[in-house]
């Protein structure tokens, strides 16, 4: 009894710091990942680290409970002759193979896709706005700070400049009003191109839970481009993308299937996907040149 009950209670400790763990890794703010680091990250380290080896000393046990499985996934991309780890991208995992799914990979591909700045241009967003959203990588202007320079100077974006200006009377010239610059840019300009990206997954998430039977899970990748999805139950999964993400002059899209076993965990080997091929990456993504701007 002394002995399963150890047991238990180390089983417990070690799923508790997994799931702390990977929260942590998962903060998408730094302000939050900072407080993570400091109050958790080294001793949830060390516990991830050594409890999976007391775990698997005694007989009889599950290294997670009711015997699911964690699968960690490290996305790189190659641009140019520049590596690094993919930020701020959302990935699916959806319950079947890659021919149970076939139907709903079919749709996706066939939706025409309307590229970031072919969808501000046709709204006649200044050059220097889409510049600004493509060095950070952004979907809407809520993804990075608007600094100083981008209201005067060299650098300036006139967009910024107009909202900035309207705010001048509630706010004055104040770090208040540079915050609270987008509120004052059209809905479109703010956040339509990532609206109607939400819209298009929303149906085809929609789409997989009918064929799956499940609902579908998602994940965001952290700065470095991990991410995790937790509490598997074992079974043949699809991870995906679903619509294509823009990869510098490219479209990459990622299907691919993913086996998850019993007692799989976070401290294994991450499942690498990357747009290149490479003799660790498990996902390689299918990549097309981003579409020309219709006229």
Request: charged content about 25%; some cysteine.
């Amino acid at each position: 009894m002394l002995k399963r009950s150890l047991n238990n209670s180390l089983r417990v400790l070690c799923d508790s710091a997994v799931c702390k763990y990977v929260r942590i890794l998962n903060c998408r703010d730094a302000e939050n990942e900072e407080e993570a680091q400091r109050g958790f990250y080294r001793p949830f380290t060390f516990l991830l680290l050594l409890i999976p080896f007391l775990i698997l000393a005694q007989p009889g046990t599950s290294q997670t409970p009711n015997g699911t499985g964690v699968l960690r996934i490290r996305v790189r991309v190659k641009i140019g002759e520049s590596t690094k780890g993919f930020a701020r991208k959302r990935f699916y995992l959806i319950k079947g193979t890659l021919e149970q799914n076939k139907a709903l990979i079919d749709v996706a591909d066939q939706r025409p896709y309307v590229s970031r700045d072919c969808f501000y241009s046709k709204l006649g967003a200044s050059q220097q706005l889409m510049d600004w959203l493509k060095v950070g990588d952004c979907e809407s202007v809520y993804c990075r700070e608007i600094d100083e320079e981008f209201l005067k100077g060299p650098k300036a974006v006139p967009e910024f400049v107009t909202a900035y200006a309207a705010g001048e009377k509630e706010f004055g010239q104040s770090n208040i009003n540079r915050k609270w610059v987008t509120n004052n840019l059209p809905p479109q300009l703010r956040d339509g191109f990532y609206g109607e990206r939400r819209s298009a997954l929303d149906a085809l998430l929609k789409q997989a839970e009918v064929t799956s039977g499940a609902r579908p899970l998602s994940t965001m990748t952290d700065r470095n481009g991990t991410a995790y999805f937790t509490d598997l139950e074992p079974g043949t999964y699809l991870l995906t993308s679903l619509l294509p993400i823009e990869v510098g002059e490219s479209l990459d899209t990622w299907n691919c299937e993913v086996p998850i076993k019993p007692g799989d965990i976070a401290t294994e080997k991450p499942f690498q996907v990357s747009n290149k091929k490479d003799r660790l990456v498990r996902c390689v993504a299918v990549e097309k040149p981003v579409p020309v701007c219709q006229k």
